[in-house]
């Protein structure tokens, strides 16, 4: 067969398929349906998340004007039904957001007359309107939906599929944010991870302590107010996702220090910093001094109060025990207590921590090395996160505890910018780039064979660390190689037949879905060149 050939027959591919992520089952016929205007309607009561959602998509099927580059010259489709209204029908009002929230729905859409939205939740009903709405594409002067009859039944592999952002080291306004979460939920991604203070900045304001954000934020304009945050929540659950915080504790926490010297250990040691820190600034809560676990449980109370989801991230990351080993007061207390050591010392420290979380009524999620790099033993209820190597998901569920997935060769999507330390020319240490073909093909239960440990996966997150990155960037480092992961983790990594799914044969919907972002206003990086997305599998390396 000829190459134009074959591109000619690409190009063809029915619109149901261009779907991101891909629905798992669908059903769909020859006919297209031709769309003047679209009514959305609810059948029965409806919940304020279902009706916002409406409004929001009513608004975005109507005004896009959205044909993928592969259909550029398409002719106008002749069509032989006219689309008479969308009807959502929910079964319950129900807006709790968590783990277990059911995410499923199905949608019909006949020949001629009014396609149903069902799902079991609103939250299930926002996944559906996202479909239908990349389901109308242009059409001439008009609308259509082309190949009805339409019948998709979708459903989550995974419950969380997430974002982490970092917001401490450079400031992200809530304008970028609530843009992300747009994005997400264009993607089907339902949790946001805000990794909102480090050693750099406490931007965000507390109660309790409120010097740590006057000394803390960068300035008083990159600052989050309690109504910021309860604003970005908000935001978020309209959406269908859960706001996540982490406060990292005892590593990561040099801005404590400086509103609170007393409670700490090697305060920005220089020049030697990376003897006692990952990067500068150094600094770690005093684990010998019973003030740090106060200070960290009062943290908890008041942050557990603000934050409403049911997961709190703890960090638990990269403490460095030299940091320790030469502070004077836990020489002091090692001195008198011959039969303890540091490393005792952070395993109490741990334990009262997570004892203290746990009275809150929230789950401790934390990062791996709390339960790799420590003799500490977690609840069991505990959710970690990895990120080291491809071996970290199976030796955890092998532990019996549930995990999330960063791995740091394939999500972390900051890397690829070389070194930020202005005296080294050279690579970071997570380069190179990850493309979105790496993202795409990483497989979170890769060696993990066992069911029950199977079932203990409870998703991934993209990661983005903003040593070089800010919301003058954002929207280019995280899309869209944010929504390949956000496929595999909704869709799964094979088709119904048991094939893994190659990035050859999906990039075709993923320029789509790219070209559909970027009119949407979320300015994701191209992928090729644009004749190439307009000519699918000719630019493939034979």
Sequence with gaps: MKLSAIVGFLAAVPTVLAVWPLPQTFDQGSQNTGVHSINIITEGKTSPIVRGAISRYHSIVNSESFLAPADYDRETLKTSGMFAGLVVCVESNDEQLDLDTDESYTIDVPVSGKATLKAKTPYGALRGLETFSQLVTSNGYAKVIASTPIHIADAPTYSHRGLHLDTARNFYSLKSIFRTLDAMSYNKMNVFHWHIVDAQAWPVESKTFPELQEKGAYSAQMSYSYADVKQVIQYAKERGIRVIPEFDVPGHTYIVGTAFPELMSCMNKQPDWDQYAAEPPSGQLNIVKPESVEFANKIIDEYTKLFTDDIFHVGGDEVNRKCWEEDPDVKAYLKDHPNEDVESL?????????????????????????????????????????????????????????????????????????????????????????????????????????????????????????????????????????????????????????????????????????????????????????????????????
């Design 346 to 542: 952070l395993v109490d420290w741990y334990a009262k921590v997570h004892e203290h979380l746990a009275t809150t009524g929230k789950h401790a999620y934390t990062w791996e090395e709390t339960l790799f790099h420590s003799n500490y033993t977690p609840p069991k209820d505990t959710i970690i996160q990895t990120w080291i190597d491809g071996e970290s998901v199976p030796k955890t569920v092998s532990k019996g505890y549930r995990v999330v997935s960063s791995n740091s060769d394939s999500y972390y999507l900051d890397c690829g910018h070389g070194a930020w330390l202005p005296n080294f020319d050279g690579n970071s240490w997570c380069d190179p780039f990850k493309t979105w073909m790496h993202v795409y093909n990483y497989d979170v239960a890769a060696n993990v064979t066992d069911a029950k440990e199977l079932e203990l996966i409870l998703g991934t997150e993209v990661a983005l660390w903003s040593e070089q990155s800010d919301e003058t960037v954002v929207d280019s480092r995280l899309w869209p190689r944010a929504a390949a992961m956000a496929e595999t983790a909704w869709t799964g990594k094979k088709d119904a037949s048991g094939k893994v799914r190659t990035t050859e044969e999906v990039a075709s919907r993923l320029h789509e879905q790219r070209f559909r972002m970027v009119g949407r206003g979320i300015n994701a990086e191209p992928l090729q060149p644009l004749w190439c997305a307009r000519n699918p599998g000719a630019c493939n390396l034979p």
